[in-house]
């Protein structure tokens, strides 16, 4: 008798190993894939479960449950950005989940042009309210304690890829921009920047007319000394990419006089000296270019009329109307408008 009661006690003990081991330690994801959820603030344990359910996380939910109820997870939903990856147990997944252990995501910040654009890239990536930062950049007081304004603002976030959590609230996000644009802003170039007497500012803002002018990289510095040589004479930049912005007809093939008659700040053949703020986001590259812009005699440049992407860097206002005929012939020729 006592031999049958211990068989059958090992037989249960055997059972309860193996549904404790299969309910915390068996792999309970699909396997197919790794998964990436983002879990917003506020959410309950109901919604983390519809989340795992739309990106088809779980092979089993009984077993989840059971896991995420004897751990107290429920009552400890934590917000963020959660990778799922293949082969991960029950005890693995919750335990990410309810200690917060995100994985970051990149926010890759380009070239874009408006605050408008900056605003929704950044709500895109991070759990960030697209309006709350566009109402940020737009606010005369966020603006005035970097020396900036309204318009200028965009000079003080740098082209770079960061990584954040998703989660990362607003103050942090903007320390965190802060500290790269002065890590980006050392001596060294704020030394070059003072001795072509240009502020950061004034340097990013040229720079962006540079990073829409120029194709290729190896002409950044040329068109930058000619760009300097305007300004040093009063000559109006005459920069298309200005124009372009004013109208924001981003999609523009070519500047025609409409763009050059209307009336704005941005108007450099209308406005001697630089526009009101930045016509995009610059690369560190065009930027660079400013600081280091080339010493030369030129006072104009126009495309190239091969279409090879380069410039025709001109002295003389003839050799330069010269260039301009041949390239607005070449337009008309393939019929851009």
């Known amino acids: 008798m006592k031999r ?9 003990l055997a059972i309860a190993v193996t549904v404790v081991y299969w309910i915390f330690f068996m792999s309970n994801t699909h396997e197919s894939h790794n998964v990436t959820v983002k879990i917003p ?29 004897l751990k107290h997870y429920p009552q400890r939903v934590k917000p963020g950005n959660y990778l799922f990856y293949k082969g991960m147990n029950n005890r693995q997944m919750i335990n990410m989940l309810e200690f917060g252990l995100q994985t970051p995501v990149t926010l ?3 070239n874009i042009r408006t605050k408008e654009e900056f605003a929704g ?22 603006c005035k304690q970097y020396g900036l304004d309204t318009s200028t603002i965009l000079t003080h976030f740098l082209v770079d890829n960061y990584e954040f959590y998703w989660t990362v609230s607003m103050d942090k996000f903007l320390e965190r921009m802060n500290k790269s644009y002065n890590s ?9 920047a003072d001795a072509i007497h240009l502020s950061p500012t004034k340097v990013t803002i040229l720079a962006s007319i540079v990073e829409k002018e ?14 300097m040589n305007r300004l040093r004479l009063g000559m109006p930049l005459q920069a298309d990419p200005t124009l372009v912005f004013a109208l924001h007809d981003f999609d523009a093939k070519r500047v025609n006089s409409y ?15 630089l526009p009101p703020g930045p016509v995009c986001m610059p690369y560190h590259k065009s930027i660079d270019a400013v600081l280091n812009a080339e010493k030369n ?23 330069q109307m010269d260039v301009a005929a041949q390239y607005r012939k070449k337009l008309d020729m393939m019929g851009v408008h």
């Open 184 to 192: 980006f802003w050392n001596k060294d170039r704020l030394a070059k």
């Open 108 to 110: 890759v910040i380009y």
């Open 4 to 12: 049958n009661t211990y068989r059958w006690l090992f037989i249960l």
């Open 259 to 273: 763009h050059k008659e209307y009336d704005s700040r941005y108007n450099t053949y209308k406005y001697a000296g």
């Open 121 to 142: 890239l950044v709500g895109r990536t991070l759990e960030l309210d697209s309006n709350a930062v566009l109402a940020k950049l737009n606010e005369d007081s966020f």
């Open 41 to 69: 603030t506020g959410s309950k344990y109901e919604d983390v479960l519809e989340l795992l359910r739309q990106n088809h996380v779980l092979e089993n939910e009984i077993s989840f449950t059971i896991v995420s109820k």
């Open 214 to 227: 120029v194709m290729h990289d190896v002409e950044m510095a040329r068109v930058a000394g000619v760009y």
């Open 297 to 319: 005699d030129f006072l104009y440049f126009c495309a190239d009329p091969s279409l090879n992407g380069y410039s025709i860097f001109s002295k003389t206002l003839k050799e």
